[in-house]
């Protein structure tokens, strides 16, 4: 594994493997590329991988920059952004360990059709489209569970915006939350703390909503006490209740 340099250009190239001492391994292999492969098939394509290390805010690409990588997060949160025709950044999407991105331009090699920041310090593990497809070319059965993987996001993205025709923003925001603590969520005596990282305005964009109206949700949950709020973080102490709200 080797490392490259961030958006600023400042890490040097470094040649070599150290996933395996640092707990990167474990992230990997839960991912839909890495989980039904064999050791000597994970190896081999381990030897392709490239380490990436972003700070808080930086960005790792554009929407427009030629995809030529797809990305597994290994630590960290990045945001998935896109540009309104004002000039607007809206938030589509926050990723975290274990999850992979930039995979639509493996099969569709268009221009990056979102912009890919780092909401926290981020580690990531990138795999050039070009390596990955001579890769793939021989293990059919691992592009299939890519396929598949594709398949489950765009199912999501389907209930996404069928919840924006049929679920009104209280229960869109208890959807949310719900989301957030299942993928960054720690038990924890009093409920399950959910580090989001998210601003109100983009925790906003995350509902398809304004920031009055999902404030006036929240403020709402909080009064009934189904969570505590705190800034970039929510303590979910009801989660059966947010349930019956997000149906």
């Known amino acids: 594994m080797a490392d490259v340099p961030g958006a600023d250009g400042t890490t040097a190239d470094v040649p070599g493997r150290d996933a ?4 990167i ?7 839909p590329l890495f989980e039904t492969l064999s050791a000597e098939d994970a190896a081999a394509l381990r030897a392709d991988v ?4 972003l700070d808080r805010g930086e960005r790792l690409f554009t929407e427009g920059d030629a995809g030529d990588k797809l990305y597994i997060i290994l630590t960290g949160k990045i945001k998935l952004t896109r540009a309104a025709p004002d000039g607007r950044e809206n938030l589509l999407s926050v990723h975290g360990p274990g999850e992979m991105f930039g995979e639509l331009s493996l099969f569709d090699p268009i221009p990056r059709t979102s912009s890919a920041t780092a909401v926290t310090n981020a580690r990531l593990a990138g795999l050039a489209h070009e390596d990955l497809r001579i890769w793939l070319s021989t293990r059919p059965n691992v592009a299939m569970h890519l396929l598949q993987a594709l398949a489950q996001r765009l199912r999501r993205i389907n209930d996404v915006k069928a919840d924006l025709v049929f679920t009104d923003v209280p229960g869109r925001v208890a959807k949310a939350l719900l989301d957030l603590a299942d993928r960054f969520g720690t038990p924890t005596p009093d409920g399950i703390q959910v580090n989001h990282d998210l601003t109100q305005e983009e925790l906003a964009q995350l509902v398809g909503a304004s920031r009055e109206t999902v404030n006036k949700a929240l403020a709402d949950f909080t009064a009934r006490g189904w969570v505590q709020l705190a800034a970039k973080s929510v303590l979910v102490t009801d989660a059966d209740r947010l349930r019956k709200r997000a149906r």
């Open 50 to 53: 490239i380490d990436v290390r």
């Open 20 to 23: 395996a001492t640092d707990g």
């Open 25 to 31: 391994d474990e992230v990997l292999k839960e991912t």
